[in-house]
């Protein structure tokens, strides 16, 4: 596993809970552009899934894969893969703005697609998704990580389901990551094909406002984002704030940037703060400051007092055993396919707005 201060290539470790015994239900990775494709497999096969092949054009990128997972075998092309009847599910995390197009040749071959997040960098390629899965039946499915792979926000999900802290208010999110700009590859400074901040590392953000308050649409009412220290990048936005309201009356403001100091000991200090009727939840995913190094602090306040939890290793990630067996079953108790394309929706929407009001440094 890389080291927690490399945000680009970190991967969490779960709690193994498998749903399918071995060989049961196939899955394959392929396009390997941005390393979280490591823990979506990684996600997948402590929940049981076998990964029977990769594929990706760059040999680089495939033998360092192969490193981490040597039970996997290399494809000589990514027809291969999709014509392969035995694989149910691929898995991939290409460049954003050939995610779309990616997704619509595995659903047109009768798979399930599991993308990194953010899944679409155009409302085009979104409208011609949701018509894709219309027409095939098949599923798009997006790892929006910092929920579904952090121990403490899926306890958090628990808690608020059960009504540790009355209805949601508000969730403010806090989504600082680190840059390490010589590690990046050039399309991630191209707007072009990462689509924009808050489409990219807002989508989190999002996603968890939408998870976290039970709304199931919203209209974004501030954006902006802006590229204050970055000038060798022009296209490059290093800051992005939105603020929304849900259907529901719950609100959210989120702020991300790449501005992670240099003398913190993870990648970036992300925070939640939710805000019930009767309580309160925070968040400290990755660190709590200047106290103690681990990741996965929950604090909650409510009417029993307050409350320190330290989650890592206690609550493991059940998204993905879900999403198995949601592939098998076609259900929907991992995410919903509407919850997984509202999120991105609204982050594209955001992101429209921000354009309009972008910040020049």
């Known amino acids: 596993m890389a080291r927690k201060a490399e945000g680009f290539s970190y991967v969490p470790d779960g709690k193994p809970g498998p749903v399918v015994k071995r060989g049961e239900f196939l ?9 979280h494709i490591y823990g979506m497999c990684r996600g997948l096969i402590e929940a049981g899934a076998t990964l029977r092949s990769v594929y990706d054009p760059d040999p680089s990128k495939v033998k360092s894969f192969v490193q981490s997972f040597p039970q996997v075998r290399v494809a000589e092309s990514e027809k291969q893969i999709l014509e392969n009847r035995e694989i149910g599910l691929i898995a991939a995390a290409d460049i954003p703005d050939r995610r779309a197009a990616l997704g619509f040749r595995v659903m047109e071959h009768g798979k399930d697609y599991f993308t990194d997040k953010g899944p679409f960098t155009t409302l ?3 409208g011609e ?36 802290i009355g209805r949601v208010l508000q969730v403010l999110g806090l989504g600082p990551h680190r840059l390490d700009a010589p590690g990046r590859p050039s399309w991630f400074f191209r707007k072009k094909h990462y689509g924009g901040i808050l489409c990219d590392i807002g989508s989190h953000q999002i996603e968890q406002f939408l998870s976290f308050s039970g709304a199931t649409d919203a209209e974004v009412f501030h954006a902006r984002t802006a590229n204050y220290a970055h000038p060798r990048y022009p296209e490059f936005e290093d800051f992005g704030e939105a603020s ?3 259907d529901n009356g719950a609100g959210s403001y989120f702020r991300v940037d790449w501005f992670t100091p240099a003398g913190l000991s993870t990648w970036g200090d992300g925070r939640t703060f939710i805000l019930g009727t009767e309580g309160t939840i925070e968040l400290r995913k990755y660190v709590n400051l200047a106290a103690n190094p681990s990741a996965n ?41 509407a919850h997984a394309f509202k999120a991105a929706e609204l982050c594209l929407k955001a992101q429209a707005l921000a354009d309009r009001f972008q910040v020049r440094c």
């Open 27 to 35: 899955f394959a990775a392929m396009h390997l552009s941005h390393a």
């Open 124 to 126: 085009e390629q979104l």
């Open 129 to 164: 998704a949701r018509r894709k899965v219309e027409e095939t039946g098949r599923k798009y499915m997006v790892y929006y990580s910092e929920r579904l792979h952090v121990e403490c926000a899926v306890f958090a999900c628990r808690l608020i389901t059960e009504g540790a």
């Open 244 to 246: 929304l309201i849900g």
């Open 297 to 337: 602090h929950l604090f909650l306040v409510n009417a029993e007092g307050e409350r320190h939890l330290s989650l890592t290793g206690k609550v493991g990630y059940p998204f993905f055993g879900r999403l198995i067996l949601d592939c098998i079953n076609r259900s929907e108790r991992a995410m919903t396919q």
